[in-house]
């Protein structure tokens, strides 16, 4: 609570007050350094330069007064104890003060006092910080919790949607197939062809509420990337059969990079699959492009594809839960809100731009965990 050599700015116009001042702290065995100033310019020069941990101001001096100071320090929201050390004052001015925001006042005639005013104000000043920071934190705490709150009752809504339609698909396709006594190889394979495909649905949402959960719950665990080799088999994972999107891969930096390897294979996962599902049919040469760099702070991963591209109204929402950006999109709509969270588990940033029917170019940065902690 005090500090191992206290700081003192005093405001005093006689430095035969302030050496009484000196002798009695020092008796009392308190470790400080102290200046003393007289004058506003002073004061205002003091509290930027010589940063001090405690303010001991006379109340009267020849062209400045401690109201006018404490109004100084209170205007730069500053949290520096004030106590006010003068000579007889009424009791009216004393209770006037300490309404003021003077946290103790001490008369000249009784510096035997100060020091235990001193250390009393110090415990007030560190009790209020602590006190602060528990209200800012406790703040800070229920504003997620509501925030996790909304987007759990989002998410049960939403999920329960998309895992219900595509059961209910799967169910009302076994009924009619069930209803017709003859149908022909054409008609059943139309069948299975179109539950396949609500079953594929409901697998794929089934993985983003795994992946969602996942990170949530599970722990960071650092471990030496071999980037190249984690986008090609992030690539490779979610490749289509037809290969009809050329990969382009470039990378820059040859230092060592530390981060999630899991976490980061879901976010390349998502990434390369959009640009699958987005991919423009009316183009030839689809591709998706990836240029990575590594230094001793940061990777910096761009994805970039020219498929259909994203509606400029859309960009500010596409990180947002259960926002579809296309209309031929039958997913849940968590891909790049997994992609986001993902990210900031791992304390890095993403950024999106777009161009509709062009292109859409996915920035990420993720810190590099083995750069040494500053002592």
Not at 229 to 235: G, I, K, V
Request: aromatic share 8%; hydrophobic share 40%.
């Amino acid at each position: 609570m005090i500090a191992k050599e206290l700081r003192i700015l005093m405001l005093e116009d006689l430095e035969d007050d302030a050496g009484l001042m000196d002798r009695v702290l020092l008796k009392d065995k308190l470790a400080f350094t102290r200046i003393r100033v007289d004058t506003r310019e002073e004061f205002i020069d003091a509290l930027d330069t010589f940063n001090p941990d405690l303010i001991l101001s006379d109340h009267a001096l020849p062209q400045f007064n401690s109201i006018e100071a404490l109004s100084i320090v209170q205007g730069s929201k500053s949290d520096i104890p004030f106590i006010i050390v003068t000579g007889s004052v009424s009791e009216e001015f004393a209770v006037n003060c300490i309404k003021m925001g003077v946290d103790d006042y001490v008369l000249k005639t009784n510096l035997a006092r100060l020091p235990i005013a001193i250390k009393h104000t110090l415990r007030e000043h560190y009790h209020k910080r602590v006190q602060k920071q528990q209200d800012e934190t406790l703040q800070k705490q229920n504003s997620e919790l509501l925030k996790v709150n909304k987007e759990l009752d989002s998410f049960v809504y939403n999920i329960s949607h998309n895992l219900r339609s595509p059961l209910a698909s799967v169910i009302g396709l076994v009924n009619v197939a069930q209803m017709e006594q003859h149908q022909s190889k054409e008609t059943v394979d139309r069948y299975f062809d179109m539950i396949k495909k609500s079953t594929l649905r409901l697998d794929h949402t089934l993985k983003e509420i795994l992946d969602f959960s996942e990170n949530l719950r599970s722990e960071l665990k650092f471990t030496e990337i071999d980037l190249r080799q984690l986008c090609r088999e992030s690539y490779a994972r979610v490749k289509v059969e037809s290969n009809a999107i050329v990969p382009q891969f470039n990378f820059v930096g040859h230092v060592p990079f530390y981060s999630d390897r899991d976490r980061l294979s879901i976010v390349l996962s998502y990434l390369f699959s959009n640009s699958f599902n987005f991919r423009d049919a009316r183009k030839n040469n689809s591709f998706v492009r990836v240029n990575a760099s590594v230094s001793p702070t940061q990777a910096v991963i761009s994805v970039l594809d020219n498929g259909v591209g994203i509606a400029v109204d859309q960009l500010p929402h596409v990180f947002d839960m259960f926002v579809r950006t296309h209309e031929s999109s039958d997913g849940a709509g968590l891909g790049l809100y997994i992609v986001k969270e993902v990210v900031e588990k791992l304390s890095g940033t993403i950024g999106i731009d777009s161009v509709l029917g062009e292109w859409t170019r996915v920035d990420i940065t993720i810190p590099n965990a083995d750069v040494p902690t500053a002592a």
